[in-house]
């Protein structure tokens, strides 16, 4: 049976197409581009804005007109939030999140075809399905879910209401997985999750993320270990301590501010404030001098002045940032801030957008320049070369990236990296021999 996967949104969506995609090999399955004719299409739907929700209609429709034999199955936040509107008569079946084997079920036909929908409350969910992927893109770097859910109820997010309460991956299977991930030959695994800072609160007895860090420091054979999005009230010293003292743990934060005007955070229901945010940037830089500092940034949030759009832009210059990831506010139905007065329009939004944008570039290449001249460790990576002179390359801990020229070392090698260039997107180098 050939399956084609196809997966909109977050980094925990595309953990669940792996594992999905690791049980169907597992069962005789091929799995193939989405292009390429299948015969059971999947669309791993995000729910993020409505605007997500339409184009997970139109990848359902786009699935039945390559093959109107085919058998679609539309799962992810979509088919959670609004199964209703999901089960299109282009969809042969509608899967929940958290419901892994109905879905690996639905995929091989076993499930009735006036079985359409299976979706459950979450809110009432106490484990996570979801896990087993060992299936990726890359064949250096792996995604480990150790959370999900949400209940912090940002006023723009739906989350919270597609993927349920937060609850937590018990630290045996994380070990265990990671060792599976290392039996397959991953050099780095990323710990991913919803709500990632709110790892353990779920468990008895009640543990952290630091916790789990400590546990996977201790008997975890990956070589190197790098964090996805942590809340800033959750960057905790203790945890800081770990990154900087580990040889394992990649110097590399990213956090998620939103907003540096307090107004704005309040209306967001954020739980904390820009002196939290100041402090706690100018922290890490200190304990971590190289360390990549990454952000999320929404633009134009409803009420938002110019002022307090201006407060933002400055406070993110001055802090040591060094990349952005910027989101235009689109409308999310169904969420608090969906409801508030003063909608912004898209022209302004747009261009609030764009200047965020053009700092967090600058800032970028301000910190990638500042390593030429130094010698950074760099996880080779094993697919097709990166540019058009064929020249190999990878990330180094702190998360740039670093082109190789002369010798061509094994994919999947971690190497040392005389930095000597930088071109404006990326830095380049050539291997340390002796």
């Not at 009230?233 to 945890?239: A, D, I, Q």
């Not at 900087?244 to 939103?258: F, K, M, N, T």
């Not at 704005?264 to 402090?279: E, H």
């Not at 001055?318 to 999310?332: D, G």
């Amino acid at each position: 049976m050939r399956v084609a996967i196809t997966t909109l949104g977050c980094k925990v969506n595309h953990y669940d197409s792996a594992a999905l995609e690791t049980r169907l090999i597992s069962q005789g399955c091929t799995v193939v581009p989405f292009a390429a004719g299948a015969d059971v299409y999947v669309v791993n739907s995000c729910s993020v804005t409505d605007r997500a929700d339409t184009e997970s209609r139109q990848l359902a429709r786009r699935a039945k007109r390559f093959n109107p034999d085919a058998r679609v199955v539309l799962t992810g936040c979509f088919a959670q939030t609004n199964p209703v509107g999901a089960a299109l008569p282009e969809v042969d079946h509608v899967v929940g999140l958290n419901r892994f084997d109905d879905l690996v079920r639905a995929v091989g036909g076993s499930i009735a075809a006036d079985e359409k929908i299976r979706v459950d409350d979450l809110r009432a969910a106490r484990k996570v399905e979801t896990i087993g992927a060992e299936v990726f893109t890359s064949q250096t770097r792996a995604f480990l879910k150790v959370q999900e859910g949400c209940d912090l109820f940002c006023t723009f997010c739906i989350v919270p209401f597609a993927r349920g309460r937060s609850r937590s991956v018990a630290p045996r299977v994380v070990l265990e997985q990671m060792e599976r991930m290392a039996a397959r030959g991953f050099r780095e695994v990323v710990l991913t999750g919803v709500h990632l800072g709110g790892y353990g609160e779920d468990l008895e007895p009640r543990r952290d993320l630091a916790d789990l860090l400590e546990m996977i420091l201790e008997h975890s054979p990956i070589d190197r270990i790098r964090l996805s999005s942590i809340d800033p009230p959750e960057v905790t010293g203790r945890l800081l301590d770990l990154v900087a003292h580990s040889d394992s743990l990649c110097p590399h934060v990213h956090i998620p501010v939103q907003s540096c005007a307090d107004e704005v955070l309040k209306r967001m229901r954020r739980k904390y404030d820009t002196a939290l945010l100041r402090d706690l940037t100018l922290e890490i830089r200190r304990r971590l001098p190289h360390a990549a500092i990454g952000t999320d940034v929404i633009a134009g949030f409803p009420g938002e002045t110019e002022e307090q759009s201006e407060r933002t832009l400055r406070c993110l210059e001055e802090l040591p940032f060094t990349y952005f990831h910027v989101f235009p506010y689109s409308r999310r139905s169904g969420t608090t801030a969906a409801k508030l007065p003063d909608h912004l329009p898209t022209p302004v939004v747009k261009a609030r957008a764009e200047s965020l944008r053009g700092l967090g570039e600058r800032k970028r290449r301000d910190f990638a320049r500042s390593f030429v001249g130094s010698r950074l460790r760099v996880l080779v990576e094993n697919g097709p070369p990166s540019d058009e002179y064929g020249m190999p390359g990878g990330y180094s801990r702190n998360y740039q990236r670093v082109e190789l020229r002369g010798s061509r070392p094994l994919a999947n090698e971690e190497i040392l990296v005389d930095v000597d260039c930088f071109d404006g997107s990326k830095l380049s180098g050539r291997q340390v021999t002796a």
